[in-house]
Every structure is written in structure tokens, then in C-alpha cells.
């Protein structure tokens, strides 16, 4: 007899997993299916405090799981409902959600090896195969961590110990002339935060304007060195895909310019990483095989729940220099490079999900022209969806690179503050409606309707549906 109390006992019993895991992934099947077939709105929304009240209103006793967990999934943005075309989430393919539950099982944290000694290598297989399909040179390498805003904080703290000129990580960061990077005025937030949290300040950051076509050219870069004044800049931030619209840095050019003036070259890649896999779209991202570091989030084109993001860097060693830090009672080495295997020295994270085995097994099941052929039908929607909003009457500012479009609705004689208004109104009468789920940006023309298609399984039916949805909400 076990002198272990009962009651914990139960919680671990594997017939309990058995037992609850089965209901429970009937119960998510059959979801999946009905979100799939577009019943239910597509976000049950309800104002904030009304919905705490509600939650907390069932207090944190008595509880059933499956009941619960099913309450909280139903209740949640249905992202699979194919009537979803918001912010870059995917609905993510349901056996890396499988992985992600093995994950959670064996809850293996890997900041050593020995915590992780199969997801670590696992993770260096999933980052050789990232910086493979990226092109980058041998040597090159990386880490796994938790979301793009954290894979550019740490890729850019990777480049100022290389770059500032003086030991940052001992002498602080303060020990020498005051640092500045170069930023495309359209660069995701997560950006200007690094600098902000680097302890740069606001001139830490030198904004090069993007184009019409919302790409930061080397001409751009160029101008905002000139008004550096005493800031010294050691790098580059580039987009290849941005968040509001989608659009590509030119990467060569900008490569060249960064190689010219000795600058690091940093390409977040957070949403666009994905058209790697695509032979046809692959093209936008030429030029990147030479950036010194990459963020590449696999929880957007690739399909991964949240979050599974890519640090790459052109020279693995470079993956060291963000913390250059001994701590003895977890690794090993008197230098980080001699323990390689402990991921810990890479990440601001100690613990860390093995966040590997969904793209690891994604990868092995589906294989690797699944995705492509995933980037490819989403791009391909997102044109046609462009063109519809365009045949209804819709301005569409720019033709979608990727899977982004901005459009907005502008009755005749409607103008600045008023069109913006009017166009926040629409998005908010749909998001209101529930039928389907868009989102909004503030582009310089003014604020548009922003629709995602991240979901491969949208069809040309759903883009009809939606035009004539906005049509019917706009009159
Ligand atoms: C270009 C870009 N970079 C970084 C991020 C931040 O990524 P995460 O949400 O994983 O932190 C995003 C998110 O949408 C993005 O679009």
C-alpha cells in the first residue's frame, strides 16, 4: 500500500489521464469540427468586466475538466472558424497541440541538457533545419524562445555586446558613446521597446522612413544615418513581412549598406519567415541568408500554437554574446561555448518549454511542402480577397505582398478624422456582429480595415461572405 494520501494520488493517476484525456479530446474534436463548419460568431465577445464578473463568479472550486476546459475553448476567439481573418494567429494544426500536451507532460525545462536531453537536440535539429531553409551560412545557429518581441530583444542584445565596442555585459551599458540603431518607421513595437528596455532612450532609436510601399530602402537608411548627430549606430532592423501590411525590406540592398558601414544587420522575420517554404514567394526574403541575425516566429505561417520563435544568427557563437554569464549551480563550462548543449545561456529564459516537438513533429508527419503549399494558399486568398474588397468599392492602398491587406470603406465626401471614424466604426460593428473577425491599423493615408489570412482552410466562399458583410454593415 502506497503511503502516498489518496486525494494526490487521484490527480496523478494515469487512468485519470486515460480517462479524461479521451472526453476531452472528443470533445475538442467535435469543436474543431463545428468552429469548421463556421457555426457559432466568430469571437464571443462581451465587454471586460462583464466577463470577469462572469469567471469569477464560478469561483475556483468544484470543478469538472473537461466541462471547464470546454467552457474556456468555447468561450475563446475561434480562431478555426474560417470566418477569422484578424491578427496574425493561426489556427494551429491540431498534432503539433497534440505535441504541445507531451510537452506539458514531460515538462522537460532545458536550460541544461540534462533537463532537456531530448529536446535539446531536438531544438538543434529544428534550428539547423530553420537556418537551412533560410539559407544562411554553415556555422550558423541559434535558439529556440518565447515569442518575436523576446527573440528580438535577445537578438539585439546579441548584437550590442558584439558591436558597442566595449564589454556591455561587464562594464554596463553606459561604459562608452551613446549607441543608436537604424528602425524602419514601420517596425513591429517589440523594437523600439528593446532599445527602450537596453537603456537607450528614445534617441536610441533612429526611425528610417519607409516608402510608399512601406519598405525601408538602403536610400532611407541612408538618411537617417545622416541625422545619427553624436549617436554612434551599430545596426540595422529590417522586416521581412511587417505587421501592419505585410510589406519586404529590400534585403540585398539593405545587406550591402550594412556590410559598406560595418553595421549588424538584424531581420525580423517574426511574420514572414514562412514564405521560405514557399518556391514561389521565397524570392521576398532574398538577401537574408546574409543578416547577422533573424527572429522567425513558427507560431505564425507555420502554424504552431503559440509560442515557437527562432533566434538564428549567421555565426552561432554570436548566440552566446546576449548573456555572457557563469552561474555554477547550472552550467558547467567556464565558457559558454564548451557546454554548446546548455540552452539556458542563449535565452533570457531558464525554464523553457521544449517548444521543438510541435515543428519537430510537424515537420516529420506533414513534411516540409505542406507548409509551402500552406503559404502558398494563403497568400493566394489574400490577393483574391484584395481584389474582391477593390471590385466592391473598397480602397485597397496596396497591393498584399504576403497574407496582409489594409483596405478601408470611404463613402463620397468623407475625409481625415471623419473617414477614420467611420472606418473604426465598421470594425467595430463587425467585431460587435460576431459573424466575422477583422482588425485595424493606423496606415499614413489614415486607419484601415486590416484582415490576416492565416487560416488555409478559408475559402472563396468566405471572401465573398465577408465583402458582402462589410457592404451590408457599411450602408
Ligand atoms: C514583425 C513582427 N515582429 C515581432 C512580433 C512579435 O512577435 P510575438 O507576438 O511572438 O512576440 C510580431 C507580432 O505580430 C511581428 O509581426
Redesign the pocket.
Known amino acids: 500500500m502506497s503511503d502516498v494520501p489518496a486525494a494526490i494520488r487521484d490527480a496523478y493517476d494515469p487512468e485519470r489521464l486515460r480517462a479524461d484525456g479521451h472526453r476531452l479530446v472528443d470533445a475538442l474534436a467535435d469543436q474543431l469540427a463545428a468552429w469548421q463548419r463556421r457555426e457559432g460568431v466568430a469571437v464571443p465577445w462581451r465587454p471586460m468586466d462583464e466577463a470577469r464578473a462572469a469567471w469569477a463568479g464560478q469561483g475556483l472550486a468544484g470543478g469538472e475538466l473537461v466541462g471547464d476546459l470546454m467552457a474556456a475553448a468555447r468561450a475563446s476567439t475561434a480562431l478555426a472558424n474560417p470566418r477569422v481573418m484578424g491578427?496574425?494567429v493561426p489556427p494551429p494544426l491540431p498534432s503539433s497541440a497534440l505535441a504541445e500536451l507531451v510537452s506539458a507532460l514531460v515538462n522537460n525545462g532545458m536550460a541544461v541538457a540534462e533537463m532537456g536531453p531530448a529536446a535539446v537536440p531536438i531544438e538543434m535539429v529544428v534550428i539547423q533545419w530553420m537556418c537551412k531553409t533560410l539559407g544562411l551560412p554553415a556555422g550558423a545557429g541559434g535558439v529556440l524562445t518565447s515569442?518575436?518581441?523576446?527573440?528580438?530583444l535577445t537578438a539585439l542584445l546579441a548584437m550590442r555586446q558584439a558591436k558597442a565596442g566595449w564589454n556591455v555585459w561587464r562594464d554596463g551599458a553606459h561604459a562608452g558613446p551613446p549607441l543608436a540603431v537604424i528602425v524602419g518607421s514601420d517596425a513591429?513595437y517589440?523594437v523600439a521597446r528593446t532599445v527602450r528596455i537596453m537603456g537607450w532612450g528614445d534617441a536610441g532609436v533612429i526611425p528610417a522612413q519607409v516608402d510608399r510601399e512601406h519598405r525601408m530602402t538602403a536610400a532611407a537608411v541612408e538618411a537617417a544615418l545622416a541625422r545619427a548627430g553624436d549617436r554612434r549606430v551599430i545596426g540595422l532592423v529590417a522586416?521581412a513581412?511587417?505587421?501592419a501590411t505585410g510589406a519586404f525590406d529590400p534585403l540585398p540592398e539593405l545587406a550591402d549598406l550594412a556590410a559598406a558601414r560595418g553595421l549588424w544587420l538584424h531581420v525580423?522575420a517574426?511574420?514572414g519567415g514562412g514564405l521560405a517554404l514557399s518556391a514561389a514567394h521565397r524570392h521576398r526574403l532574398a538577401g537574408i541568408e546574409r543578416a547577422d541575425s533573424v527572429?522567425w516566429?513558427a507560431?505564425?505561417l507555420l502554424m504552431m500554437p503559440?509560442?515557437v520563435?527562432a533566434v538564428l544568427y549567421k555565426a552561432e557563437a554570436s548566440s552566446y554574446e546576449a548573456f555572457a554569464q557563469q552561474a555554477s549551480y547550472l552550467f558547467a563550462g567556464t565558457q559558454p561555448s564548451d557546454t554548446w548543449w546548455d540552452l539556458g545561456q542563449r535565452t533570457l529564459e531558464c525554464t523553457k518549454r521544449a517548444m521543438s516537438f510541435e515543428l519537430w513533429a510537424a515537420l516529420r508527419v506533414h513534411g516540409e511542402a505542406w507548409f509551402g503549399a500552406c503559404v502558398d494558399r494563403q497568400i493566394a486568398l489574400t490577393a483574391t480577397l484584395a481584389r474582391k474588397l477593390a471590385a466592391a468599392g473598397f480602397e485597397v492602398p496596396l497591393a498584399p505582398t504576403a497574407n496582409i491587406v489594409c483596405y478601408r470603406h470611404r463613402p463620397p465626401g468623407l475625409t481625415g478624422a471623419a473617414l477614420d471614424a467611420h472606418n473604426r466604426m465598421v470594425r467595430q460593428r463587425v467585431v460587435d456582429d460576431g459573424t466575422f473577425y477583422i482588425v485595424g491599423t493606423q496606415l499614413p493615408g489614415g486607419y484601415h480595415l486590416r484582415s490576416t489570412i492565416m487560416n488555409p482552410l478559408i475559402e472563396d466562399r468566405d471572401l465573398d461572405e465577408l465583402v458582402a458583410h462589410l457592404q451590408a454593415l457599411c450602408r
Do not use: I, P, R
Open positions: 491578427h496574425q515569442g518575436g518581441s523576446l527573440g528580438n513591429h517589440s522586416a513581412g511587417s505587421t525580423d517574426a511574420h527572429v516566429d507560431h505564425k503559440a509560442l520563435t
